[in-house]
Structure formats: C-alpha cells, structure tokens
C-alpha cells in the first residue's frame, strides 16, 4: 500500500462532509443533529499533495479507487482493534428498500423507514468485502460511519425494518464519518475529537 498522509482540511472540510451528509436523510440527519459539533475533518492522500489542491473536493487524479479501499481497509481495521465494539455502516442515500429487495450478494444490509444501510463487522474486515459494500450503493455518493456500537444481531433479520432507537444510537456512536470526494478516487473524513 502507497503511503498515506491524514492532511487535515479544516473549516472547508467539515463543511464538505456536511454538505455532503445534507444530500441524505435519517443517519445522516442524525449525525448532523448529534456528533459534528466537535471534531476536524482531513483527507488520506500521498505525499505530495498540497492543502489547496485537497480543498478541490470535485476535481480527481489525487489517487486511485483502488488505493482509497486499501487505505480504508487499514484504517477501519486500525479503528476496530482501538475500540473494544464497532461497526462501519454505509448509507445509500438514494436506493429505498424495493431497489435492493431479493438481492442475494454477500454484503450485510438493514433498512430503517425508506432508507438502505450495509454494514461491516470486525470480521469483515477485507478490501474485497470493502470494494463489494461499495459496490452494492447506488448512490454516487459515498457516506459511511464508523460507529463504536455493534448491532444486536436480533435486529438485523432480513426484511425487517430497525428501530429509529437503532438509528439514533449509531448516530450517538459515530466516532468517523466518511463521505466520497476526488471525482469518487477519495474520502474526506470527519473525526471526533477524542473524549
């Protein structure tokens, strides 16, 4: 894997994630009622990339797709073995349940009212999992959460739809949140300040 510098964006960035959170509803209300007060944004990119250009939120050739999955791959794994409980959710922003019902792949899913949700474990953990998730969104848009919080397996049986408690406390947990940028080669990431 290419190294990777967490750049932090400041102001610009924070304001990106949330326009970006802004294009959703449910979670990313949520998160936007809940968690951005207090925390920084930054981009993983390589080395010699300066601040304006990371500000460029639209324009890509910073890094490739492929490298951004590996660079979430390690991070997210780095997440995981730093909190005792966790889950990485991807919300499709713009799919409601019958465009994904009868889907038969792989990847985890919960619906909450009209919104689609994939999620990961810690023993999901692998770029091809990552690059399936990914793949399942409809939406252009990448929005994900890392929140400290596992989902009760009880919960998540097929068809049925969460609780808004559920949507809620996910949104309590968020400890990062990601949203795609760079002509969808990368992420800005929202961070919590520590506690």
């Not at 409601?96 to 792989?106: K, Q």
């Not at 999620?119 to 999992?129: E, R, T, V, W």
Request: proline share 3%; aromatic share 10%.
């Amino acid at each position: 894997m290419k190294t990777m510098n967490e750049i932090r964006l400041g102001q610009e960035g924070i304001e990106y994630v949330r326009s970006c959170l802004r294009q959703g509803s449910d979670l990313c209300t949520k998160i936007l009622e809940l968690t951005l007060v207090d925390g920084e944004a930054f981009a993983p990119v390589p080395d010699d990339i300066n601040l304006k250009r990371l500000t460029q939120f639209n324009v890509g050739g910073i890094l490739s797709r492929k490298e951004m999955v590996e660079w979430l791959t390690y991070h997210l794994k780095n997440l995981f073995h730093r909190n005792a409980i966790g889950t990485f959710v991807l919300q499709d922003v713009w799919a409601r349940p019958e465009d994904v019902a009868g889907m038969t792949t792989g990847t985890k899913k919960f619906f909450h009212k009209e919104n689609v949700y994939y999620f990961l474990g810690h023993g999901d953990l692998k770029a091809q999992y990552i690059s399936e998730a990914l793949r399942e969104l409809r939406s252009y848009l990448i929005v994900a959460v890392f929140a400290r919080f596992q989902i009760p397996s009880h919960q998540m049986i097929p068809g049925v739809q969460v609780t808004n408690g559920l949507i809620t406390d996910l949104a309590k947990a968020t400890r990062e949140v990601f949203v795609s940028a760079y002509d969808q080669e990368g992420l800005v990431v929202w961070r919590k300040s520590i506690e």
